[in-house]
């Protein structure tokens, strides 16, 4: 029996469905990623009506996640933040490490585990890539450049301090089965690979300059390579050993021209990858565990936004604090995969689970809309 043509079907199914529901959110005057999350919720064997196959759908939106960090990685340039915002360095820091004490010390006082109650406070103290993205070129944005350019950096800066902390408690969250000294020894495995793909692969790319095609492959190749190898042999989550393989391109002059190239690559798994999460989220789960989700939003406002304008008011960066607060206010791609972490693991209930979810969705739908009519306030002290 032909197992292929259902599955394609499938695929373009929920494909032309993303579009209508993309389409309709911005005739509402949202942001199209909100479409895509409720096409996925829409869709799911927890809603009646029409199921997509979880697993296809979930395989691409990993792929989505992959390339969407990737890209992410391939943006990072350290040299011109630290020429044009020198105070991120010090503020995004600071704003994550606030982020993890509020929130995993309330999460510790709720009854997670001291390791699961860190990793929650991770994933609530970041925020979404893509969003802040899509805020800052939206041709509905009120930002200005200074905002927007805080916006872009603070979030990129975010993803680094990201990877770093996740490896270390990714790690430590592999270390009852694994040990920790394999672990550890993973880590600086996949960190020398990548210190390796990072001298090899510019030149590569340059030697394909004028080969279109081969410049292409090589560079979507190299991320899903690089995100792999992480994963299968030194137990690194496939989201952040992508971004990892990103930043080891970031650097070169070959990595404007790659990042352009996987754009439109990017941009679709992107779709499924939000389909994939709307779809994973248990309304009956919810039911169960509804303080879960008023906790998770609380602590965003608290533990994030509030932080967030404070170190954005009086640290220097020229901007609207508040957009800047309101902009990042939101979880996305890193807590996805954090939680999934956990989940698979048998560290956090599945009541949690779901709740880290549907915030997901929540927030991105809130922040997108509600950034766009922040006052016009104080700019921060300088």
């Known amino acids: 029996m032909d197992t292929t043509g259902p599955a394609i079907l499938d695929l373009g199914l929920v494909l032309l469905c993303a579009v209508a529901a993309g389409w309709a959110a911005r005739r509402l005057g949202l942001p199209a990623v909100v479409g895509y999350l409720a096409l996925g919720i829409a869709v799911s064997p927890f809603t009646p009506g029409y199921v997509a196959d979880r697993e296809r759908l979930g395989l691409l939106a990993d792929l989505g996640v992959v390339l969407l960090l990737f890209e992410v990685g391939i943006e990072f340039d350290p040299v011109q933040l630290r020429r044009e915002q020198r105070a991120l360095l010090a503020a995004v820091p600071a704003q994550v490490l606030i982020g993890i004490a509020i929130a995993g010390g309330a999460f510790g006082a709720l009854g997670l585990a001291p390791l699961p109650s860190v990793t929650m406070g991770l994933c609530v103290a970041l925020s979404s890539s893509v969003v802040v993205a899509n805020v800052t070129r939206s041709s509905r944005r009120r930002t200005d450049p200074p905002t927007e350019s805080a916006l872009l950096g603070w979030s990129l800066i975010q993803d680094l301090v990201a990877v770093l902390l996740a490896a270390v408690l990714v790690a430590a969250l592999g270390s009852d089965t694994r040990g920790v000294p394999f672990a550890v020894a993973g880590l600086v495995a996949f960190a020398a690979l990548a210190l390796g793909v990072a001298r090899v692969l510019p030149r590569i790319l340059r030697s394909l300059a004028g080969e279109h095609d081969l410049f292409l492959i090589v560079s979507v190749a190299s991320g899903l390579a690089l995100a792999g190898a992480g994963s299968v042999l030194f137990g690194i989550p496939l989201a952040l050993a ?141």
Do not use: H, N
């Open 242 to 382: 992508a971004f990892v393989g990103g930043l080891a391109i970031a650097e070169s002059p070959e990595s404007a021209e790659a990042r352009r190239r996987i754009l439109p690559f990017r941009d679709l798994l992107a779709v499924l990858f939000f389909v994939a999460i709307g779809s994973l989220i248990d309304p009956a789960a919810l039911m169960r565990g509804p303080g879960w989700v008023a906790v998770l939003l609380a602590l965003v406002v608290i533990a994030k936004i509030a932080p967030t304008y404070l170190l954005a008011r009086f640290g220097g960066l020229g901007t609207r604090p508040s957009q800047v607060a309101v902009g990042l206010g939101q979880v996305g791609e890193f807590t996805f995969v954090l939680a999934t972490e956990l989940s698979v693991a048998d560290l956090i209930p599945v009541e949690l689970y779901s709740a880290t979810l549907a915030t997901v969705a929540l927030t991105i739908a809130t922040s997108s809309v509600l950034v766009r009519f922040v006052p016009r306030g104080a700019r921060a002290c300088g």
